[in-house]
Structures are given as structure tokens and as C-alpha cells.
């Protein structure tokens, strides 16, 4: 390892996979992202690993680039939106289905030259709450059990008991009154059937009360765009859980693929 390398301020490089977009961000030793290196690259084409994997190879060289650091040694966390088991996908939403039944950490760790982990993107997610946003305190997470939801185009889940995450619930996809909840509840429906809020905060107290009938949350983030109006809406919500709005939205996914690289 050169001098250079062996003094390198940065812990883990987050990269956030998705549909449309792939962000991406690097975090230093004590786990904050650093701003500068926080960005996105466009998600290739129908999305196939192989394509994926040799952007984000690009992407890192840009940020070898940017930090003036070959970051020799820095652990990549990935997000993937699928279930994933053990580095292994499992489910595709808005990519290619080629990825179903991957070793995306064998994948990535060979085209990176790196130690990856990949985890679900929602889960990822949770943990940038559950570790350094709303679910934590004096930088550790807050003692119970966490729901973290993210309300958007779908309903992103993550669950936590005293920062311990049980991977993969998919609490978007509940059937509630004989629907798919997020096909009632997920924030995208306040503008596609003209919703008052009124009408959404009837929906989402039918779909939160039943989530917290299930797991008893002691606490709920509530992230997604839309969760920069909580104050129409979280107010009006009658639960036993303590609800709060998420502190991170857009470099969640970057930031808790981060967490789990330097953890993992």
C-alpha cells in the first residue's frame, strides 16, 4: 500500500441503483457523507448487470478522480431494488429480470476489484435513519423496534429492533381490503386520483394502523418527497407508534449501502 493510500480519510463508497438513475457518494470514517462526491449517473439502458457493473467500475474511477485518492481498500455497498439473500437477487423492479437468481456480490466484487456487500435498496434506506437520521440518537439507534416506510411511486419498508435489521419486508405489498396497499396508500395516488388530504390520511391511517397491528412499532419514519409536507398529514395520524418524518430522502440509498460496506 503506498503512503498516500494508507492516509485516505474515506471509509465506504454508497451506490444506489435504480431504474433510472444510479447515485452514488463516498462516506468518511465517522459515517457522514462527504457532500462533494455525492452525485448520479444515468442507469443503462434495460439495466442488465453486466452494463450496471461497468458503470459503477466508471463511477468509482470519477471518484478516484474527484478525491484525488486512489481509495485503495474502500469497501462498496450496492443497493439493488429486489429482495437480496446472502449476495444473491431474488426479485427485479425497473430492471433487467437477468438479475434474479445473481451473485451480484460475486459480480461486482470481480468487475471492482473491491469487497462489495448489496442489500435492498429500501433496506438501505432504513438503515441511513436507523444509524444517523431520525430513528438514531447520539449516534446510535434508537432502542425498540423501527419501521421505516418510504412513500413514493410504491411503499419501501425497512425493519428494525434495536438497530438490528430483519432484511427484505415487504410491507408495500400487504393486501388491505382486497388491494395491494401501495396501490392505495403510496404517495404517487394523491396526484393520480386528485386526492384532497384529507382522503390520503383516511388511506394511510387504514394502512399504517394494520402495519402497526402486525409488527408494533415503537417508532416510524416516514420518508419519500412526501414526507417534506408531514406537516399535512402526520398530525392527523392516530397511532400508539411515535411517527416523525425522515431526515434523509434522496442520499438515503447512498448513504445506507455506505453504512452496511463499513459494517458488513
Given at each position: 500500500m503506498s503512503p498516500a493510500a494508507s492516509a485516505v480519510p474515506f471509509a465506504a463508497i454508497g451506490l444506489d441503483l435504480g431504474g433510472s438513475s444510479i447515485k452514488y457518494g463516498v462516506v468518511d470514517q465517522a459515517g457522514k457523507l462527504v457532500e462533494s462526491t455525492f452525485s448520479h449517473a444515468t442507469t443503462p439502458a434495460g439495466a442488465h448487470p453486466q452494463a450496471v457493473a461497468e458503470v459503477?467500475?466508471?463511477?468509482?474511477?470519477?471518484?478516484?478522480?474527484?478525491?484525488?485518492?486512489?481509495?485503495?481498500?474502500?469497501?462498496?455497498?450496492?443497493?439493488?431494488?429486489?429482495?437480496?439473500?446472502?449476495?444473491?437477487?431474488?426479485s427485479a423492479a425497473n430492471i433487467d429480470d437477468a438479475w434474479i437468481g445473481l451473485d451480484a456480490v460475486a459480480l461486482l466484487r470481480g468487475q471492482l476489484n473491491r469487497e462489495v456487500s448489496v442489500l435492498n435498496d429500501a433496506d438501505a434506506a432504513g438503515m441511513a435513519e436507523v444509524f444517523a437520521g431520525a430513528g438514531s440518537f447520539a449516534g446510535a439507534p434508537i432502542p425498540g423496534s423501527t419501521l421505516v416506510l418510504t412513500l413514493g411511486t410504491g411503499i419501501g419498508s425497512a425493519f428494525f429492533r434495536d438497530g438490528n435489521l430483519f432484511p427484505n419486508v415487504e410491507f408495500g405489498h400487504l393486501e388491505i381490503d382486497g388491494v395491494d396497499a401501495e396501490s392505495r396508500a403510496a404517495?404517487?395516488?394523491?396526484?393520480?386520483?386528485?386526492?384532497?388530504?384529507?382522503?390520503?390520511?383516511?388511506?394511510?391511517?387504514?394502512?399504517?394502523?394494520?402495519?402497526?397491528?402486525?409488527?408494533?412499532?415503537?417508532?416510524?419514519?416516514?420518508?419519500?418527497?412526501?414526507?417534506?409536507?408531514?406537516?399535512?398529514?402526520?398530525?392527523?395520524?392516530?397511532?400508539?407508534?411515535?411517527?416523525?418524518?425522515?431526515?434523509y430522502n434522496n442520499a438515503a440509498g447512498v448513504l445506507g449501502a455506505a453504512h452496511r460496506a463499513m459494517n458488513h
Open positions: 459503477m467500475a466508471q463511477i468509482i474511477s470519477e471518484l478516484q478522480q474527484l478525491t484525488g485518492s486512489d481509495l485503495f481498500g474502500v469497501p462498496v455497498g450496492v443497493t439493488v431494488p429486489g429482495i437480496v439473500i446472502d449476495g444473491v437477487v431474488h404517495a404517487r395516488v394523491i396526484r393520480e386520483e386528485n386526492l384532497s388530504w384529507d382522503q390520503y390520511i383516511e388511506r394511510l391511517q387504514r394502512y399504517l394502523s394494520h402495519v402497526e397491528f402486525l409488527c408494533s412499532p415503537d417508532l416510524i419514519v416516514i420518508g419519500g418527497a412526501v414526507s417534506l409536507d408531514h406537516e399535512k398529514f402526520m398530525p392527523q395520524l392516530k397511532l400508539r407508534a411515535r411517527i416523525v418524518p425522515a431526515q
